[in-house]
């Protein structure tokens, strides 16, 4: 099968989970942080999920809430629920955590740089893995790099004002990119200083 990362925009989307595990927590807790609405088939109430606002429910009537869903997490100890649910399921979005490879959606691994998401996906061989890339990616990225990121934005915002031309924008932002004085600015953390500074190069064009 061949997998493409993709951002899904979660507002409003039914996502069945089955399993009350840590598995099924961490998946849990994903989406309701991208703004789904969740509901978790499991036979307890773990501590984690008592304060947000997720219905956890009995494994009965499963097919009522599979037919409910957009999404569906296979995430139980239970591998014959797990089938079942699947093969319930059918075309549907479905994240097998239990055997990735029979799903067709896939929940990487995922975290935050300041404003910047990074996500990594070993293609289910090591998880273990997941988690040294993920150190050595949080060491490579510093904190000028993400204000490097703000001072960007900003830039881009004020050029598209002044200049149609994207090619001739790109071009100015590449110069606020390799500017020195920017560079030692933002490595001390200056980032308003960077914006000032940016602000009246840009109204000198």
């Known amino acids: 099968m061949g997998w493409t990362p993709l951002f899904l925009e979660m507002d409003d989307y039914k996502v069945l989970v089955v399993g009350s595990g840590e598995v099924g927590i961490r998946r849990t807790k994903r989406f309701l942080e991208a703004g789904a609405n969740v509901v978790v088939i499991g036979n307890h109430v773990p501590d984690d999920l008592l304060n947000l606002e997720v219905n956890v429910i009995s494994p009965q009537e499963i097919d009522k809430w599979v037919d409910w869903a957009d999404i569906v997490v296979t995430a139980s100890a239970d591998h014959k629920l797990n089938r079942d649910v699947a093969e319930l399921s059918g075309k549907k979005l479905l994240n097998r955590a239990d055997e990735p490879d029979k799903g067709n ?18 293609g289910g061989k090591s998880p273990l893995m997941s988690k040294e890339l993920r150190k050595k990616i949080e060491k490579v990225i510093k904190p000028e790099d993400v204000m490097q990121l703000e001072l960007q934005s900003f830039a881009r915002n004020i050029l598209k004002t002044k200049i149609d031309d994207q ?39």
């Open 105 to 122: 959606i896939i929940v990487p691994s995922s975290f935050f740089i300041g404003d910047v998401q990074i996500s990594i996906f070993t």
């Open 167 to 205: 090619k001739i924008r790109k071009k100015y932002l590449y110069n606020i990119l390799d500017d020195k004085q920017i560079q030692i600015l933002l490595k001390e953390g200056k980032l308003k200083d960077a914006k000032d500074y940016v602000n009246k190069w840009i109204t000198n064009i």
